[in-house]
């Protein structure tokens, strides 16, 4: 892939500028990009199929996907002011030699250490219909070499392996869908929705504990993040986070599977729950501990529910 002289910065999905001196003039001015659906995977195991597009022969792919990916290697992203912080487990051991942080709106710092300075570039995201920041997925895979993580890039698919050499992509079965998300059939979705549903149902009454991600208790965004993780499906911590994912709805779309969000006081979008089906959702509440309630009811949820989002799954 050919290096451009641009640099990479990211983010959970929102923030962002564009490319060049005066970076969000720069890139607004352009006509919106083509979008193609991309892969990204981990040791043989698709883990997201995001859309990117090739600006000035590099090809951008959204931030939070490619977390998803670190995330498998259980290296920790978090995003502040412009800034990309990744920690390795155990504080892995980082390759610091002829480092040369170049120049760039944003920052990546690997165990506290600047190891790149990159641009942004800003984009409406087809899955999520939201401003997403991307970022060229060379550079990431620079700052993966200097943790001595294995990925390979073909145009198309993102691997990230933990073998000596890239695994065969023709293994992983890619079959990239140029279709915008909306226009889509369900029927996997609906499946696997499902089976998310009767999962989560097994721990009804399981109590509520605050920042609880387990069997001994759950928190809203806990329990769901808990749920997902069994289907191998990484989802971030917080209800705010994880609105991020996927792509908005109407309530009327609603599958089984899908995420609800309510506003409970406090910060916007604060309470998160799985859609279980005939208007009803299951989640993690502070009074009765996991249990199911109406989407729609009068008396509570009703006038609190904010969004909903089909997450990908």
């Not at 990211?10 to 490319?19: E, F, K, L, N, R």
């Not at 943790?147 to 933990?162: D, E, I, R």
């Not at 915008?180 to 009804?204: M, T």
């Amino acid at each position: 892939m050919k290096k451009a002289l641009v640099s990479l910065c990211a983010s959970t999905v929102c923030a962002g500028v564009g490319i060049a001196a005066s970076p969000v003039a720069a890139f607004a001015s352009l006509k919106p990009p083509n979008m193609t659906e991309k892969v990204l995977a981990f040791n043989q195991k698709i883990v997201s199929k995001p859309y990117g597009f090739v600006y000035k022969g590099t090809t951008y792919l959204p931030i939070w996907y490619m977390m998803q990916a670190l995330d498998k290697l259980k290296i920790r992203s978090t995003w502040a002011a412009h800034s990309w912080s990744l920690t390795p487990p155990g504080k892995g051991k980082l390759n610091t030699g002829n480092v040369k942080a170049g120049s760039g709106s944003g920052s990546i710092y690997v165990n506290g250490q600047l190891v790149q300075r990159v641009n942004q570039v800003t984009a409406r995201d087809p899955n999520s219909g939201r401003q997403t920041t991307y970022m060229p997925v060379w550079y990431i895979m620079q700052v993966l070499q200097r943790l001595h993580v294995n990925s390979k890039w073909n145009g198309t698919a993102w691997q990230v392996y933990t073998s000596s050499q890239a695994p065969s992509v023709g293994n992983l079965d890619i079959q990239p869908n140029t279709r915008h998300p909306a226009s889509r059939s369900l029927p996997s979705i609906s499946s696997l929705g499902q089976q998310i549903v009767h999962y989560a149902e097994k721990f009804i009454g399981t109590p509520y504990r605050y920042g609880g991600t387990s069997r001994d208790g759950f928190d809203c965004s806990g329990f769901v993040q808990y749920v997902f993780k069994h289907f191998d499906i990484s989802l971030p911590r917080t209800a705010a986070e994880q609105a991020r994912v996927g792509r908005t709805i109407s309530s009327s779309s609603l599958q089984p599977g899908d995420l609800v969000f309510f506003d409970t006081g406090g910060p916007t979008l604060s309470h998160v729950g799985i859609y279980v089906g005939s208007g009803k959702f299951i989640s993690a509440t502070t009074s009765d501990g996991v249990q199911i309630a109406n989407v729609h009811d009068p008396y509570y949820w009703g006038s609190r529910f904010e969004l909903a989002t089909a997450p990908g799954v």
